[in-house]
Antibody, heavy 120, light 108 residues
């Protein structure tokens, strides 16, 4: 069974950094693209960043480009999102999501999310 | 950026009836369109990809259609567990991958 477990969320002041982690199991991690998608509670879904199976493509939403860095460790079956220069508008539930395939496309399996709150 | 627009925002339907949800893209996305279902307190769930291909385990009462810029998700004979928010998402023109704003299907 595919399982994605996010961690690393919490309360952080504006301008500070946070690193999210996603531990993956139940599938061959290195064979699939992976993503982070966020959702402000009660609002819609926003794609944040995605990485192809071989890390050849790493792409970002305009709202986070230059501040967030996505990486994957295939040996540890882990996905990471380094979030720097955080802003109040980054406050959301962050989901780790497995893609349907090896390239960036759509979202097959979702974790339960980790909440990030940016506030002074 | 490809903007996805869903209509209506809220759909009131009685159990057993059919719900028809629409999704429009600001430019052609071919058939690279997915639908997700989200229930309160839960993560989204993939229902449909490639416009009309049901994901594993999705009941046959869910069907998708369309290509280019106009897409439809039809839920036949609505069950109590189908009342939720539904999102469409395009994966043809990226970055960014983009979602519609969602359609809430509520009990009439």
């Amino acid at each position: 069974e595919v399982n994605l477990v996010e961690s690393g969320g919490g309360l952080v002041q504006p301008g500070r950094s946070l690193r999210l982690s996603c531990a993956a199991s139940g599938f061959t991690f290195g064979d699939y693209a992976m993503h982070w998608v966020r959702q402000v509670p009660g609002k819609g879904l926003e794609w944040v960043s995605g990485i192809s199976w071989d890390s050849g493509d790493i792409v970002y939403a305009d709202s986070v480009r230059g501040r967030f860095t996505l990486s994957a460790d295939n040996a540890r079956n882990c996905l990471y999102l380094q979030m720097d220069s955080l802003r109040p508008e980054d406050t959301a539930l962050y989901y780790c999501v497995k893609d349907k395939g090896w390239d960036i496309a759509t979202f097959d399996t979702w974790g339960q999310g980790t909440l990030v709150t940016v506030s002074s | 950026e490809t903007v996805m627009t869903q209509s209506p925002a809220t759909l009131s339907v009685s159990p057993g009836e059919t719900a028809t949800l629409s999704c429009r893209a600001s430019q052609s996305v071919g058939s690279n369109l997915a639908w997700f279902q989200q229930k309160p307190g839960q993560a989204p769930r993939l229902l449909m990809h490639a416009s009309s291909t049901r994901a594993t385990g999705v009941p046959a009462r869910f069907s998708g259609s369309g290509s280019g810029t106009e897409f439809t998700l039809t839920i036949s004979s609505l069950q109590s567990e189908d009342f939720a928010v539904y999102y469409c998402q395009q994966y043809d023109n990226w970055p960014p991958l983009t979602f519609g704003q969602g359609t809430k299907v509520e009990i009439k």
